[in-house]
């Protein structure tokens, strides 16, 4: 079953912070985060292996809770770049690699 | 220049047609996965590979096949198209230490995707 994201869409001011939440109803071994342009590939940003890793990219960063099945993405001081569609990818123990439903970000100046 | 390159980039099929979908990597990544993106409906696997010879079903694998004759091409064929499956197709791809690890570790590498149209 596809991985839930919440919120499903979200409106930003520039410099706001937001959080994207990735809820699994299987076991995770490792969760994934992408960024989806309109018209474009998704681009990879981080990725997290263990529970309770927390990773940085810039002012993006990413934690994953391995018991709750769960993992979220912390955007801080948004910019206009970060306007785009994210998901969450979930390996729950084979190849067979899914996303979530996806979470539109709209930066506005 | 490495990468995965997708072809063709863009498609209209009468429904009824065969159509096979080209995906090429030079990165010598183990395991290759076929995406399909509808709008509001984010990305749904069809297919996937975790190493040359085996493939495996996705979240959506009915009127799709594929083969994995070597590690770098992975073409996804419609057998009889469908206008159901008009869609955007993004062709993946991941490195792994083994054959043996037992999911991606590393991250996907995407084609540019074949938009396809079946009327």
């Known amino acids: 079953q596809q991985p839930v994201q919440s919120p499903q869409a979200v409106i930003l001011r520039e410099g706001e912070d937001a959080v994207i939440n990735c809820s699994s109803s299987?076991?995770?071994?490792?969760v994934h985060w992408y960024r989806q342009k309109h018209g474009e590939a998704p681009v990879f940003l981080m990725i997290l292996l263990k529970g309770g890793e927390q990773k940085g990219h810039e002012k993006i960063s990413a934690s994953f809770n391995e018991k709750k099945q769960q993992s979220s993405l912390y955007l801080t001081a948004s910019q206009l770049s970060y306007s785009g569609t994210y998901f969450c990818?979930?390996?729950?123990?084979?190849?067979?690699?899914?996303f979530g439903t996806g979470t539109r970000l709209k930066v506005l100046a | 220049i490495a990468g995965i390159t997708q072809a063709p980039t863009s498609q209209i099929l009468a429904a009824g047609r065969r159509m096979t979908l080209r995906c090429t990597q030079d990165m010598r990544h183990n395991a290759m996965y076929w995406y399909r993106q509808d709008l509001g409906l984010g990305l749904r696997l069809i297919h996937y590979s975790n190493t040359a010879g085996t493939t495996g079903k996705g979240e959506v694998p009915d009127g799709y096949s594929v083969s994995r004759a070597n590690t770098d091409d992975f073409p996804l064929t419609l057998a009889s198209a469908v206008p159901s499956q008009t869609s955007v197709y993004f062709c993946?791809?991941?490195?792994?230490?083994?054959?043996?690890?037992?999911?991606?570790?590393?991250?996907?590498?995407f084609g540019n995707g074949t938009r396809l149209t079946v009327t």
């Open positions: 299987k076991a995770l071994y490792s």
């Open positions: 990818g979930t390996a729950t123990g084979t190849y067979k690699y899914i």
């Open positions: 993946a791809s991941s490195d792994s230490d083994s054959p043996e690890e037992e999911f991606p570790s590393s991250p996907l590498h």
